[in-house]
Every structure is written in structure tokens, then in C-alpha cells.
């Protein structure tokens, strides 16, 4: 409690000392005496009045008294008196009262106390579904994927976001919309929460949706901030344990199902924007743009070749779509082989051999082929016979700068940097407009061939998962093609 150490000068220790012994009363369950002797300090004394408020605040927060809570917070917010805890803690218990309006306003002061409010993306998110701006939590759900706090498994089953859920399969689901749920590693959680050995937490809010013979399972876990199963009550009533062990699951299938289907129609958007983000990329002269977006349609949609022919803006790249008409003519599934290779890089270098190896003879010659089989000869080091074959793609693709990408990897890790050198001279504008060139250039003038990892993965997106960056390399704007290491 900052309010309380404010006390802390020399002549004030043992009051300090007192209030600390007091609010120890309150967390050993002797709430009335603590509370008795916080609301006996006088406002006129402020600093320990507020810090008696402050005290008083725990003492609620461990009682669950919500609306005490919120009048204690309100009161220290408006006299500017408020830490980040004191924010927090007013806006969950407002968003337990379900006034979800006032507990978006409040958490937002944190930025005023310092902290992002990006640190409460979940908070936020959770919120916006309460508040049924499904298009905000998606996007708050955005942030906080990208340094996850408490988005988990228990987010599946979060009442909060349930609204969010049901808005998926049906709602009007923007362009916008549709990248960040793609985005987002809701499959993944969906298939640990559906884990029978998945432990179930809950909020207070959902525990008390829940049946009395239910809610009689559950204690409250300082540790874990939630409501847990309590083992020896399910060890008293194991018939009504598996009861609800059944009907949750049931609950969070119903969830799941609802998930994939707004993940059906999500693609379903994307998928339709993909000529036309390709026909962008061919506007900026980046070839490699549009192959991203045509092997990422026609791997999850054969059929969609017809619509990148027509697009007007791709006239100039029909050479680059026949040659793939003329692949797929023989291995109907040729993109989304080559795409699957490319994800088993970074976790199964041995599968994804495999798959290559299931390409058909006369798919072979196809550049996409040659450069995927760069990349695995890469990933096992074998970069001897990796260079020929990027250099075959470079011959091929010689606006595309995935080709450049992989031959300079290879000719660092071999040591041959005047060669590296020459190769990103010759590299096509497009490249040089990507961070990826600049750090390659950096790494061969400082003949350091360490990598810094692969860019977020390519789900449709117009900028190709972060390698198109303007300007200097960032975290994301990594190796798009790379070997691995």
C-alpha cells in the first residue's frame, strides 16, 4: 500500500508498524476489528487516512465486497490520491458489478500513472465483449497475444468474452477482423481447454452462473487470483464433480465449435482480399508479395486461381500465375505442400523432408520446389548443396527476392562473404526496400552471420508477416525464406 509507507519518517514507525499488525488481523479472517480500526482514522489526518483507505481497500478486496470497493476506489481516483492497484482493483470490482462502461474509463488511468495500457489488453478485451464492441476486443485480444499475460486455455471458457463468441460465426465480420482472429492462437488454447487433464479456473462472475451443487466444489486460490476445484470437496462428492466435469466440457465444445466456424468465415474474408493485396504488391514491383498471397490462396482454395487471372493489376504477373496453373495441373496439392514444409522448418526439420519428398517428379522443376529444398538442406546445414539450388531459384525468380534471401544465408554461413557481397548487389529494388537487406548488408560488412529468427507467420496478411519494413529491421522483420539454423 504506497499510501501507507508515505507514514514511513522516523517518528512515525510504530503507527506504520500498528497498521501493518492490523491489516494482518484482516488476512487471518479478523475482518471487523481491522475494518473497526481503519474507519476510526479521521480525514482531517490525511496521509494516514488515506492510508487507512488504502488498508480498508484490501480488506474488501479479500471480502469480495465489491461495491465498497468501488466507493473507496472512486473516492481515491477523484482526489488524485489513486496507485495502479488501487485503478486495477476499482475496475474489476466495477466489472463485476456490471458496469462495464465505468470500468473501461478506469482502467485507462494507468496510462496516467505510467504503465501501457497494453498491460491489460486481456482486461480491456474482456470488457469491450461485456460492452458487445466485438471489433475492439479482437483487437485488444490482438495486443495481448503479442506478450500474453492471461490469455490461456481458461480464456475459452472466460464468461467475459463469451459474447465475443457467439459474435463470431455471425456477426459482420470486417477484412480488419479477419486477420487478427486468424492472428490469434485460439485453436491451439481450444484444444488444451478441451484437455481432460486441463485444470479449470474460474472468475466469480462464472462461478456463480453455476449451479449451487456445482459452486460447492470450488474454493477461492489467493495464488492463482481464481476459483479452483477443491480436491477434498471432490473427493466428498465425486458423482456431482464428474457431473460438472461433463457439463463443462460440453459448455466449452459448444465454444470450440463456435470458434471454428467464426475461423471459417475469418479465412473466408481473407481470402477474398487476396487478389487484390497481390495485385498491390505487384504495383510496388515486389513479385515475392504476389507469390505470397497466391500460394496462400490457392493452398487453402485450388479453384481461386481463376481469380488472381482476372485481376487487372496482375497482367504483368500472369507468367508467374500460369507457372503455377501448370504445377498444380500435375499435384493438385502443391501449395499447400510447399506451405507445410515451410511450417515443419521450424519444429521438424525430418517431416518436413518427408513431405518434400512426396512432390511428384514433375512438380520438381518449379522454383517453389527448389527453393523449399534449399531451405531443408539448410536447416540440416548441408549448405553446399543448398547454394546451387538458391542459385537455380535466383536464375528462375530473378525479381523475387526470396532466392537472394536464402543464396546470401547460405554464402554467410559458409564463410564467403565477398561472394554474399556480390549476390546483395545483385538483388532486385524490391529486396532493398526490406529490412532483411539492410541487416544482411550490416552482417556481411560485419561478417557476423548470426540470424535473429523467422518473421510472424504469413496468414494472408498485407504485410507478408513484417519483412516488408520500410525502414530499419525490427524484432518481426526477420528472414523470410532463410535457411534455419
Given at each position: 500500500?504506497?499510501?501507507?509507507?508515505?507514514?514511513?519518517?522516523?517518528?512515525?514507525?510504530?503507527?506504520?508498524?500498528?497498521?501493518?499488525?492490523?491489516?494482518?488481523?484482516?488476512?487471518?479472517?479478523?475482518?471487523?476489528?481491522?475494518?473497526?480500526?481503519f474507519l476510526a482514522v479521521p480525514p482531517s489526518n490525511r496521509l494516514r487516512h488515506v492510508a487507512a483507505q488504502?488498508?480498508?481497500?484490501?480488506?474488501?478486496?479479500?471480502?469480495?465486497?465489491?461495491?465498497?470497493?468501488?466507493?473507496?476506489?472512486?473516492?481515491?481516483?477523484?482526489?488524485?490520491?489513486?496507485?495502479?492497484?488501487?485503478?486495477?482493483?476499482?475496475?474489476?470490482?466495477?466489472t463485476f458489478l456490471g458496469r462495464h462502461r465505468e470500468a473501461r474509463?478506469?482502467?485507462?488511468?494507468?496510462?496516467?500513472?505510467?504503465?501501457?495500457?497494453?498491460?491489460?489488453?486481456?482486461?480491456?478485451?474482456?470488457?469491450?465483449?461485456?460492452?458487445?464492441?466485438?471489433?475492439?476486443?479482437?483487437?485488444?485480444?490482438e495486443i495481448e497475444a503479442r506478450n500474453p499475460r492471461y490469455l490461456d486455455a481458461r480464456s475459452i471458457g472466460d464468461?467475459?468474452?463469451?459474447?465475443?463468441?457467439?459474435?463470431?460465426?455471425?456477426g459482420k465480420m470486417r477484412l480488419e477482423d479477419g486477420h487478427?482472429?486468424?492472428?490469434?492462437?485460439?485453436?491451439?488454447?481450444?484444444?488444451?481447454?478441451?484437455?481432460?487433464?486441463?485444470?479449470?479456473?474460474?472468475?466469480?462472475?462464472?462461478?456463480?452462473?453455476?449451479?449451487?451443487?456445482?459452486?460447492?466444489?470450488?474454493?477461492?486460490?489467493?495464488?492463482?487470483?481464481?476459483?479452483?476445484?477443491?480436491?477434498?470437496?471432490v473427493a466428498r462428492k465425486p458423482?456431482?464433480?464428474?457431473?460438472?466435469?461433463?457439463?463443462?466440457?460440453?459448455?466449452?465444445?459448444?465454444?470450440?465449435?463456435?470458434?471454428?466456424?467464426?475461423?471459417?468465415?475469418?479465412?473466408?474474408?481473407?481470402?477474398?482480399?487476396?487478389?487484390?493485396?497481390?495485385?498491390e504488391q505487384a504495383a510496388q514491383g515486389n513479385p515475392l508479395g504476389v507469390r505470397y498471397h497466391l500460394t496462400f490462396a490457392l493452398a487453402r482454395r485450388p479453384e481461386m486461381l481463376e481469380d488472381f487471372r482476372r485481376e487487372p493489376g496482375l497482367a504483368k504477373m500472369q507468367p508467374l500465375i500460369e507457372?503455377?496453373?501448370?504445377?498444380?495441373?500435375?499435384?493438385?496439392?502443391?501449395?499447400?505442400?510447399?506451405?507445410?514444409?515451410?511450417?515443419?522448418?521450424?519444429?521438424?526439420?525430418?517431416?518436413?523432408?518427408?513431405?518434400?519428398?512426396?512432390?511428384?517428379?514433375?512438380?520438381?522443376?518449379?522454383?517453389?520446389?527448389?527453393?523449399?529444398?534449399?531451405?531443408?538442406?539448410?536447416?540440416?546445414?548441408d549448405y553446399l548443396r543448398a547454394l546451387p539450388i538458391s542459385l537455380q531459384v535466383i536464375a528462375a525468380w530473378p525479381e523475387d527476392a526470396a532466392g537472394f534471401d536464402t543464396a546470401i544465408h547460405v554464402l554467410m554461413q559458409l564463410g564467403r562473404w565477398e561472394d554474399a557481397a556480390t549476390v546483395l548487389g545483385r538483388a532486385p529494388e524490391c529486396y532493398r526496400r526490406f529490412g532483411l537487406y539492410r541487416r544482411q548488408r550490416q552482417q556481411i560488412a560485419e561478417r557476423n552471420a548470426v540470424g535473429s529468427g523467422r518473421a510472424e507467420p504469413f496468414r494472408g496478411q498485407p504485410n507478408l508477416g513484417g519483412i516488408?519494413?520500410?525502414?530499419?529491421p525490427t524484432e518481426v522483420t526477420t528472414t523470410t525464406e532463410a535457411a534455419h539454423e
Open positions: 500500500m504506497a499510501a501507507l509507507y508515505q507514514l514511513g519518517v522516523k517518528d512515525q514507525a510504530d503507527e506504520r508498524e500498528k497498521f501493518e499488525v492490523v491489516l494482518g488481523w484482516a488476512m487471518l479472517g479478523q475482518f471487523d476489528e481491522a475494518q473497526a480500526y488504502c488498508a480498508l481497500f484490501d480488506i474488501y478486496e479479500m471480502q469480495f465486497r465489491n461495491e465498497d470497493i468501488v466507493q473507496i476506489g472512486q473516492a481515491l481516483i477523484a482526489t488524485n490520491e489513486q496507485t495502479i492497484r488501487i485503478v486495477v482493483g476499482t475496475a474489476i470490482a466495477l474509463e478506469t482502467l485507462a488511468l494507468v496510462e496516467g500513472l505510467g504503465r501501457p495500457l497494453a498491460h491489460h489488453a486481456y482486461q480491456m478485451a474482456c470488457l469491450a465483449s461485456l460492452e458487445n464492441d466485438f471489433p475492439d476486443a479482437l483487437r485488444w485480444l464468461s467475459d468474452l463469451f459474447a465475443l463468441w457467439q459474435w463470431l460465426p455471425r487478427r482472429l486468424l492472428a490469434l492462437p485460439l485453436r491451439s488454447l481450444c484444444a488444451e481447454a478441451l484437455d481432460p487433464g486441463h485444470e479449470i479456473q474460474v472468475d466469480q462472475n462464472d462461478l456463480k452462473r453455476q449451479p449451487a451443487k456445482f459452486r460447492q466444489l470450488f474454493k477461492y486460490s489467493r495464488s492463482a487470483g481464481m476459483c479452483v476445484l477443491d480436491p477434498m470437496a458423482e456431482v464433480a464428474a457431473a460438472f466435469r461433463k457439463a463443462r466440457r460440453a459448455h466449452v465444445a459448444g465454444i470450440v465449435a463456435m470458434i471454428e466456424e467464426g475461423y471459417r468465415r475469418a479465412l473466408n474474408v481473407v481470402l477474398a482480399a487476396q487478389p487484390r493485396y497481390a495485385a507457372g503455377f496453373a501448370a504445377v498444380q495441373g500435375v499435384d493438385p496439392g502443391f501449395c499447400r505442400r510447399m506451405e507445410l514444409i515451410w511450417a515443419l522448418l521450424a519444429s521438424d526439420a525430418d517431416a518436413a523432408w518427408t513431405t518434400l519428398e512426396e512432390t511428384p517428379a514433375a512438380a520438381r522443376c518449379h522454383p517453389l520446389y527448389l527453393l523449399r529444398r534449399a531451405n531443408v538442406l539448410g536447416a540440416d546445414r516488408l519494413c520500410e525502414g530499419e
